[in-house]
């Protein structure tokens, strides 16, 4: 089973946008975007970028942690990921986002 986006609402009224592994965990999570068209934007980034290893910025959290940020050709960081325990475990989320970015699967929660 191949992943998809699923595009809510926060509590403040902003859009937000996480994608899903095909297992249904969450392997990248947005910014809060003000408007929906903006979130959409942001989903067709994800779309466009995820297949391209030079978009992946590796990091390790204060906590010595593993994590991930995919960003846009102008740098811009698009999505986060979830917090590792080790680098490989790292490099299969991105290796998730990769397989899973490219879907038109869009669950609207809003």
Do not use: C
């Not at 067709?44 to 991930?68: C, H, M, Q, W």
């Amino acid at each position: 089973m191949s992943g998809w986006f699923e595009l809510s609402k926060s509590s403040d009224g902003q859009f937000k946008f996480v994608l899903k592994a095909g297992n249904g965990e969450v392997v990248l999570t947005s910014e809060l975007y003000k408007t929906r068209a903006s979130a959409d934007n942001g989903i067709a980034s994800v779309r466009t970028n995820s297949p391209l290893e030079e978009r992946y910025d590796k990091k390790i959290a204060s906590n010595g942690k593993f994590y991930f940020n995919l960003k846009a050709g102008n740098h811009q960081v698009i999505g986060t990921s979830q917090m590792y325990a080790t680098e490989q475990s790292r490099d299969k989320g991105i290796a998730s986002v990769k397989n899973n970015g490219g879907t038109e699967t869009v669950k609207d929660k809003t």
